[in-house]
Each structure stands twice: as C-alpha cells, then as structure tokens.
C-alpha cells in the first residue's frame, strides 16, 4: 500500500509534502501522523532542503481533519497523549527553521485548519474551506486550533468560529488574515513555490532568526525582544550578514551561503 504521506523534491531546494488518503478526505489518522512526523523532521535535517510545501492529495481536500473514525475508540487517557502528541508535530512544523508553505487545495476542517494554520505562511485555492467544527461533533480541537485561531484571526472572530463551528470560505479566510493569498486551483502549486523562491533568495541564517523571532510572539516562555536582539546580533555576525550590508553599499546583488 501507498504511504499516506509521500514526499518529492523540487527546484532550487524546495520539498513537496503531500498527504494522501482520498477515500477519507486526507483524514489524519495515526499513521499519517507518525508519517508526517518523520517526513518532516528529515527534511528538516536535510542540508539540500531549504524550503517545505505541504497539500493534501486531489482537488477536493487538503486534510478532512482527525480521522473520525480514531476519535470514537478514544478514552480519556489516550486522547490527552494522541493530543499532546499532535500538538508536539504541529510545533515541530511551527518551529521549523526552514519555511514552510501550506498549500490548501480543499477542505482545511478541524485538524486540517490546525495542520494548515501551524505552518509558516498559508496559500488557498479558491475552492478552500477552513474551519473549526468539532463543536459540531460534541468535541473541541486537540491540535492546538484553540490559540493558533486566535493568534491568526483575533479572540473575536476566532470564538465565533470556534463555538459555531462553521466554515470560512477562502475570501474570507483572505480577509481575516487567516491566509496570505488566493488563488485557481490549478494554480496553487505554482503560487506557493513562487512564495517559497522569493524567501529563499535571501540568507538561510535570516530566515530562521526571523522564524524563530515570530514564534516567541504570544510565547510566554520567550521575551521576544530579547531573542530579536540575540538574533540580529547573530545576522549581524554571520558571513550573510556582511554580505548583504556591504553588497548595499556596493550597489551590487548579494550572495548569500547561508554562513
Ligand atoms: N475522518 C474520517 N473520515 C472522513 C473525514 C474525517 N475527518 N472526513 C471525511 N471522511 C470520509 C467520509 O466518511 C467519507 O467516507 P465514505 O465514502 O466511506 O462514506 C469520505 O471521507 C468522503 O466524505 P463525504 O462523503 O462526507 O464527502 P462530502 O463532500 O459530502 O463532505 C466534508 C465533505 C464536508 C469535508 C465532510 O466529509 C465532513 O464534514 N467531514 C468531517 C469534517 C470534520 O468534522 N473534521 C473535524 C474532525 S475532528 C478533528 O479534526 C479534531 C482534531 C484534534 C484531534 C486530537 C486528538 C487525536
């Protein structure tokens, strides 16, 4: 049987990452989890990865949420340890030093809107539906969908769409800021590489001093200002650094080596 999570690479560095279930819309089951998981931690470490590209199988879903099915043999015990777990390779996505696109191609429901919202930046097709509708099935997310809809979209509308549980089409996913850009469906691929290969133009190092800034914003174990003075101190230090400073004032294109 196929991997319900594949990967390929592109150009210039860039990973696709796709999750494939169609019978289940892309559900995430545990497997897919596990899979993801371990796809994602490799790439991570890859040296020739500089970039990550997530989307679900077809044209119909990104990822239907948690596997429904799972959720109904669940007992307390395990179901703080399958959310925890989740939650832990959400973060992993989120603190990735390398950035990470989601390229939603369809249905974003419940887990699928926390996997997608957990990534870096956020490019819908115009078919794209998010939305937080576990209320609908007596539950609540588990994969971190409480605080990274309020961080996106504000403690207003994130509750109204919380205890609704209804769906945000793409405009609207535009508007609120939930996503960066809309665009056809058969264009979706093309879009979020363009995003990924404008990033990756610049210093590696940047990049993931930049990232790793943005995560200690609502972090209540980081000070933000802190790191961002720690990491410009390191930007300023790096190889890259110099370059791009001195390529300035030369009035030439840097070359950046990710040193
Ligand atoms: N889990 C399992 N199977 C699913 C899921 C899902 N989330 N979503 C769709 N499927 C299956 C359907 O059961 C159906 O299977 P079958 O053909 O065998 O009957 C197949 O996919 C196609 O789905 P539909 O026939 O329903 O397709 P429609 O086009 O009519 O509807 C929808 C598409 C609107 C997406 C609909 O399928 C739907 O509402 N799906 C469920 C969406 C949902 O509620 N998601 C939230 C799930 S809960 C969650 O994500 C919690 C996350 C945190 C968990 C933390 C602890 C583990």
Redesign the pocket.
């Known amino acids: 049987m196929d991997s319900p999570v594949i990967y390929e690479l592109l150009e210039e560095g860039i990973a696709l990452v796709t999750i494939q279930r169609p019978?289940?819309?892309n559900?995430?089951n545990q497997e897919v989890m596990l899979k993801l998981e371990q796809i994602i931690s490799d790439l991570i470490c890859k040296e020739s990865i500089r970039g990550i590209i997530i989307t679900g199988s077809g044209s119909?879903?990104f990822v239907?949420?948690?596997?429904?099915?799972?959720?109904t043999t669940?007992g307390y015990e395990e179901?703080v340890s399958?959310?925890l777990r989740?939650q832990k390779i959400f973060q992993l996505i989120e603190n990735s030093p390398k950035p990470i696109i989601a390229a939603v191609n369809g249905?974003a429901?419940?887990?699928?809107c926390?996997l997608a919202m957990a990534c870096h930046l956020r490019i819908a097709s115009e078919n794209a539906v998010f939305g937080q509708?576990?209320i609908?099935?007596g539950?609540i997310?588990?994969?971190g969908?409480t605080q990274r809809l309020i961080r996106l979209i504000g403690k207003t509308k994130a509750t109204e769409y919380l205890l609704s549980g209804e769906n945000i089409n793409a405009d609207t996913a535009l508007e609120m800021g939930l996503v960066n850009k809309v665009c056809l469906q058969g264009e979706l691929l093309e879009t979020a590489k363009e995003m990924l290969k404008k990033i990756l133009k610049f210093s590696s190092i940047a990049i993931a001093n930049t990232l790793e800034c943005i995560q200690a914003y609502d972090n209540p174990h980081k000070n933000g200002f802190e790191l961002e003075a720690i990491n410009f101190a390191k930007c300023i230090a790096s190889e890259d650094g110099k370059e791009g400073t001195i390529a300035f004032l030369e009035k030439r294109t840097p070359i950046f080596k990710g040193k």
Do not use: H, Q, V
């Open positions: 019978k289940a819309l559900a995430l119909k879903s239907a949420g948690a596997d429904i099915t799972e959720l669940l179901a399958f959310s989740g249905f429901l419940g887990g699928g926390e509708p576990e609908k099935l539950i997310p588990g994969y969908g």
